[in-house]
């Protein structure tokens, strides 16, 4: 199930955006281009049914993948990806949404 | 799954005084120490996590306790109660889950009899109902079949008459919408031919279940409104009903009427008044919100004070929490001599973080004394604001405020398992309504030692009680001596509880303050006491603690701020003392005026680094400044975002308070701009609020000269505090703070 909203709304990439890819890949969370930031906004802002999120595993140096019920007292759903950095779960998790959002698969 | 959880009675205890622990332990036996908690911080970049062992308090039996939520108000049962045989219940209601399956309004029950009466919501949707139960066999419910609609007044009513079998419900709407069919007239034989008696409470807004460990535990929890609920002691007429509605009681009903009671009346209160010549008074449980508006709230006045007859209305919520109630486990008597501080008993019951839980709490200086020059202010009334916050679970905005993805712990995973184990002030009830009460008479596994936040920022990402240790930590290696004292330890005792210090060091983050504390605070500073403000957002909320009963608090979200939830209309009054909420600015309080700078920006991703500005050159601050470059970034490292300015960052600002003679040492820059202008500055909304283009998002460092040879320095970041043990405490931050807080320890008055 994807994470992000199938409704029909007023932001979808555009073939140029695809250079967003590359400046998401290379700094995920921090400053970001208003495109990109824009595009972000979007993949990030889907409800909680199916979302993805993180459990800690070692504080500040393992996570593993999750998603949330989306109904309060719902347990988590955990998914067997773990990661060592931040910034890897991040690139991960956004390619799942851009495949969601756009149907294409990135490497 | 957590397999211990525990929370004490008091949050402060002096030595020589005892605090009550209560546990719920799933594993045969538990150890409990006594620990002096350092640095909670888990992150392997950071000073690493310190505690230090003072004593073992002992082993004891692990018993399951569990915590049973849902408001209600609970009536003795009395003879008239007891003896009803006919009988007509009614009220006006306002229902927000209608369609959530049973919920009581009036019932005069005995479950485990099966016996009595009950006025409902029934299950499937099917409007009111009368419930009868003869005590022998299965119950008989009859409704009116139509639905109620959620958020609108109702007057509803059941009579049963015992005589000729027969039973009468109303179902009115105070609000016809076209095509709604919810309304409706009901008569119908019944095969019940007798009431059966029983002992138990009357209830109104649950029905009685059962009684466990001396707490009076309910079903068919309501969510929504009940306003002047009554009770008469035969079968009235539909224009008896009416007559009945409000208001007096007239003559031609006063051998009728049983209980009539006013939630309007005793709403700073626990207790309900019945208006009844048979004083059929009540108690409210688990803190159902008063100071409602009710189904004849005309919108002339805003304030309970001034109307309490259109306040009538009690909101109850099947999640309510007050007091869990649990037994006693264990008590700890601070021993005498133990040095004031921040402290836990560490609860273990096996190996691993499933098995273990910290309480927490301050250990004073002995009463009337003060053991340090240095005061560290533990901002409890905000660790209960922010008290098992679900934010992260529920809210898809979070990854938006974050610029990231939710970070979950064990407790989060725990809590989100038992929602019985209450919201925060930032979490809304389960029909949608804000959280505005908090208790701590609960376990609070947000305010733990090792605990990481959503919302604390990349890095260590910790937000208020275990942010906070970052500052007790930075104490500890730069080897001060300091008390520590509690939000509430101010507000109970006012001035007293501070005024024996040189300096009051704030916390990372605190936003929460009654009056009491405020006006606190605002003595201390008159009379030459020196705050240094290490944090921001600070002094925002207004809040009331309950006058009879310990550990809870009220927040109002009125009509300004950055809200969770927004309060409606006509309830922005605090029950606990009749005060206006919100935020203090619109109680003509802005923070500038006690802190030099108040509330600007929020973002929850990265944090900056300030520059210098013209002020931080000039001779009189030289003292602020030594150690530190001319073009020197100040803080761009740091354990919170990488950086010392950051989450929520605070302004200098002349026209809300800052006084004309503060010192803006310097300024934050670079924000991301996941970071935007906080909302109470937008009276027209614009584009360019993010921290890439707008000046208001900026953290401003500020020092000014108080009356009396007092002084406040403010860093006006939340991410301050975890930037001062970078490069083995030897950096930039640490040193400006060392030498404000040097200065302002020392006896000597500051020059104005």
């Known amino acids: 199930m994807p994470d992000i909203y199938e409704v029909e709304d007023n932001y979808r990439p555009k073939p140029d955006d695809r250079r967003l ?46 998603k949330t019920s989306g109904v309060p007292g719902k347990p988590l759903k955990m998914l067997s990806q773990r990661f060592t950095r931040m910034d890897d779960a991040e690139w991960y998790v956004f390619r799942q949404r851009w495949k969601a959002l756009t149907g294409e698969t990135l490497r | 799954m957590m397999k211990i959880t525990a929370y004490a009675d008091q949050v402060s205890a002096a030595p020589g005084e005892t605090i009550d622990f209560m546990v719920n332990c799933e594993a045969p036996t538990f150890k409990a120490d006594l620990v002096k908690l350092i640095c909670g911080d888990m992150n392997p970049d950071g000073p690493g996590y310190k505690e230090k062992n003072i004593k073992a308090i002992g082993k004891y039996k692990g018993r399951k306790q569990v915590i049973h939520a849902g408001s209600f108000v609970e009536v003795p049962t009395a003879e008239q109660l007891q003896s009803l045989q006919s009988f007509t219940f009614q009220a006006f209601i306002w229902p927000t889950t209608p369609d959530k399956g049973m919920q009581a309004i009036i019932s005069n029950w005995s479950d485990s009899g099966q016996a009595g009466a009950a006025l409902i919501i029934a299950p499937d949707s099917k409007g009111i109902g009368l419930c009868l139960g003869s005590g022998k066999g299965k119950a008989e419910l009859v409704t009116t079949g139509k639905a109620l609609l959620a958020h609108e007044w109702y007057f509803v009513a059941a009579s049963y008459d015992a005589k000729t079998k027969s039973v009468t419900l109303v179902q009115e709407p105070m609000h016809n919408h076209v095509g709604a069919k919810d309304a409706a007239k009901t008569k119908k034989k019944v095969k019940t031919a007798r009431i059966g008696k029983h002992a138990d409470p009357v209830i109104l807004g ?119 109630g649990w037994q006693v486990d264990f008590s700890l008597t601070i021993p005498k001599g133990l040095q004031s501080g921040l402290y836990a008993a560490r609860l273990r019951c096996g190996k691993g973080e499933e098995n273990e839980d910290y309480v927490p709490f301050a250990v004073l200086p002995p009463r009337g004394t003060a053991t340090a020059k240095i005061c560290f202010l533990l901002p409890t009334g905000s660790y209960m604001a922010y008290a098992n916050e679900n934010m992260g679970f529920d809210v898809p905005m979070a990854q938006l405020l974050g610029g990231r993805l939710v970070e979950h712990n064990h407790q989060d995973i725990y809590r989100n398992a038992h929602r019985e184990y209450g919201s925060s002030c930032y979490d809304s009830h389960s029909d949608g309504s804000g959280v505005c009460y908090s208790s701590r008479l609960r376990p609070i596994l947000t305010m733990r030692p090792k605990y990481r936040s959503w919302v604390g920022g990349v890095g260590s990402t910790l937000w208020q009680f275990n942010a906070d240790t970052h500052i007790i930590d930075w104490l500890e290696a730069m080897g001060y001596d300091y008390d520590v004292v509690t939000d509430e330890d101010l507000h ?54 309950h006058s ?172 301050w505090s975890g930037s001062l043990s970078h490069n083995g405490y030897n950096n930039n931050v640490s040193q400006m703070t060392k030498n404000v807080l040097d200065r302002f320890a020392s006896n000597k008055p500051m020059e104005g």
């Open chain 2, 206 to 324: 649950a029905y009685f279940k059962q009684n466990d460990k001396g707490r009076t535990v309910c079903g068919g929890h309501l969510n929504g409104k009940i306003d002047s609920p009554r009770i008469a002691n035969r079968s009235l007429d539909v224009a008896e009903m009416e007559a009945l509605k409000s208001g007096p009681i007239s003559g031609a009903l006063a051998n009728d009427v049983v209980a009539s009671w006013d939630f309007g009346a005793d709403v700073t209160s626990i207790h309900v008044t019945d208006t009844s010549p048979n004083m059929l008074d009540g108690e409210i449980v688990n803190m159902p919100v008063r100071g409602m508006t009710g189904w004849n709230w005309t919108g002339d006045e805003m304030c309970w004070r001034h109307a309490p007859e259109e306040y009538g209305a009690i909101h109850f919520h099947d999640d309510d929490l007050h007091d869990a």
């Open chain 2, 548 to 719: 009879e009963t310990p550990g809870i608090m009220e927040v109002r979200r009125g009509e300004g701020g950055i809200r969770a939830w927004e309060a409606r209309t006509g309830e922005y009054y605090h029950s606990f003392t009749g005060e206006y909420g919100g935020l203090w600015r619109r109680n003509g309080k802005a923070p500038q005026k006690l802190l030099g700078t108040g509330f600007s920006a929020q973002g929850f991703d990265i944090s900056s680094y300030y520059r210098r500005k013209p002020d931080s050159f000039k001779k009189e601050v030289g003292w602020i400044m030594k150690g530190i470059g001319k073009d020197e970034k100040i803080g761009d490292f740091g354990l919170i975002g990488g950086g010392a300015a950051g989450l929520e960052i605070d302004r200098a600002d002349r026209l809300l308070g800052t006084p004309p003679g503060a010192y803006v040492l310097a300024s934050s820059e670079d924000h991301t701009d996941i970071y935007l202008v906080v909302c109470e500055e937008l009276l027209i909304n614009y584009p360019g609020l993010g921290g890439q283009e707008n000046d208001l998002v900026r953290a401003d460092i500020v020092y000014y000269p108080t009356q009396n040879g007092g002084g406040v320095f403010s860093t006006s970041s939340i991410a």
């Open chain 2, 492 to 545: 109970y005792e006012g001035v007293s509880a501070i005024d024996k210090y040189n300096v009051v060091l704030t916390g990372s983050h605190p936003e929460y303050h009654s009056k009491e504390m405020w006006d606190a605070m605002d003595t201390y500073q008159q009379r030459g006491g020196r705050l240094m403000y290490l944090g921001a957002n600070g002094w925002y909320w207004r809040i009331a603690y």
């Open chain 1, 21 to 66: 890819i590359e400046e998401f890949r290379k700094n995920p969370i921090g400053h970001h281009s208003p495109d990109l930031q824009r595009l972000l906004n979007r993949l990030r802002s889907g409800p909680m049914a199916d979302k993805y999120c993180l459990v800690v595993i070692k504080p500040s140096r393992e996570w593993q993948l999750a």
